[in-house]
Structures are given as C-alpha cells and as structure tokens.
C-alpha cells in the first residue's frame, strides 16, 4: 500500500465549477501536512498547509481528519489558471525523519472554458 | 532571490555512460533533497542531506546511484553506468526547518534521457 494514495483523474471541470480533491495516508503517525502544485513540465511548489482546523486561502479550502487520515483540498469558482496536478504531501517528525516529505502520485485538473 | 540551481536542465546520453547532475540549494539552508519523478512511480525521494550529512539513502535505487554533497552550497547526484530505465526528471530541493515539515523548494529539474 502506497503512504499517500490519490485518485489520479483527471478530473476535468468546467471554468467556475467547485471540484474536490481527496487523499489518505497510512501512517498515523504523520504530523504535517501539504498540498503541492505542479504544473506541466515545472517543478511542485507549495500551495498551502493543511492545518488540523481546517484552514482557507481565496477560492481554496483544505481539511484534514486525523481520525480517517485523509486530508481534501477544495477548490470554488475553478480558473483555467487552475489546470495543473496537485500532490497531497506528509511530513514524519522524529529522529531520522525531520524534514522528510512523502508525496502522493497527484491529481490532474482540466479546467475547461 | 535566486532559487534552487540545478545544471543541466537536460541531458541526453547513451546506455553506460556517467551522468552527473548537478545542485545549488538557497543560500542558508540546511536541507537538501534529491527526488525523481516518473509517470510510473510519481515523485520519489531518494536521499536527503542535513548540514551536507547524508542522512537518508534508503531511496537510492541501487550502487549505480551516488550522492555528495562537499559544502553547504553544492550537492552532486552521480549515476554510474546508466541505463535507460534511468530516464526522469531529477529534482533538488532546499528547506530551512528546525522541525519538520517546513516548505521544500524545488529547483527545475534535468530531464534526463538514457538511450
């Protein structure tokens, strides 16, 4: 079983719709959480935190649950500018595992006009 | 601000041969990261640095892959013989962090082709 699991997609969407995406991970003890973007042929940059209240950035909103491991990135009123994959990441803390991040295989979005 | 340097951006070489790729991190951090990004197997880490010590490798996939890091400003991701199997996009990236978790920079990438 992979550490991060992601449906692949691609999810492709009309411009101004909602999508969700969604991610598990498999080892309870991960700590910190991420969602990357990568766009085609660049290279993942961060998009945002996932913070254990939940947490808001414009038209994004990422969950987490600790208690099913699984974390959600939603997206409102979707932007062409939006098309790219977008990886669910964990981070492990503790001795040997300090700044390590396990990164899921991404989500493809198509935002089409 | 310069971000993370990576050299060549592409490299197209033959079965059998070195191939080194090459990493600046940002100035002032003690992470670095090697990945490699296939479409088959994602985004994988194969070793990481703390304060130029290596501290995971468990990720390298055989003794064909090296790794140095001789300062604090220039990492070195060797492969020696190639083999097609090799071909991806390496990445190198930098954080600052005195946890865990912290943001990874990443450099662009070598795309790099085995023939």
């Known amino acids: 079983r992979k550490e991060v699991e992601q449906d692949p997609g691609p999810f492709n969407v009309p411009e101004g719709a909602t999508v969700a995406f969604n991610c598990t991970y498999s080892?309870?003890?991960?700590?910190?959480f991420f969602w990357y973007r990568q766009d085609c042929r660049k290279e993942p940059k961060l998009l945002m935190s996932?913070?254990?209240s939940g947490n808001e950035d414009g038209r994004f909103t990422a969950q987490l649950n600790r208690a099913s491991q699984y974390i959600s990135l939603l997206i409102r009123d979707s932007k062409l500018s939006d098309s790219a994959t977008y990886l669910c990441?964990?981070?492990?803390?503790?001795?040997?595992?300090?700044?390590?991040?396990?990164f899921g295989q991404g989500t493809t979005l198509q935002v089409k006009p | 601000d310069a971000g993370v340097i990576q050299s060549p951006r592409h490299e197209v070489t033959e079965m059998g041969q070195e191939v080194t790729l090459r990493c600046k991190p940002i100035?002032?951090?003690?992470?670095l990261f090697w990945y490699r990004q296939t479409m088959m197997r994602g985004l994988e880490l194969l070793i990481y640095?703390?304060?130029?010590?290596?501290?995971?490798d468990s990720g390298m996939p055989e003794d064909r892959f090296s790794a140095k890091m001789p300062n604090a400003s220039f990492s070195t991701l060797k492969i020696q013989p190639s083999e097609p199997r090799d071909s991806a996009v390496y990445f190198c990236?930098?954080?600052?962090?005195?946890?865990?978790?912290?943001?990874?920079?990443f450099g662009p990438g070598t795309r790099l082709t085995v023939l």
């Open positions: 990236a930098s954080s600052q962090t005195s946890g865990g978790g912290n943001e990874q920079f």
């Open positions: 080892n309870s003890a991960s700590q910190s």
């Open positions: 996932v913070y254990s």
């Open positions: 990441v964990v981070s492990l803390h503790g001795s040997g595992n300090t700044g390590k991040l396990i």
């Open positions: 100035s002032g951090h003690d992470y």
């Open positions: 640095f703390n304060n130029n010590v290596p501290i995971d």
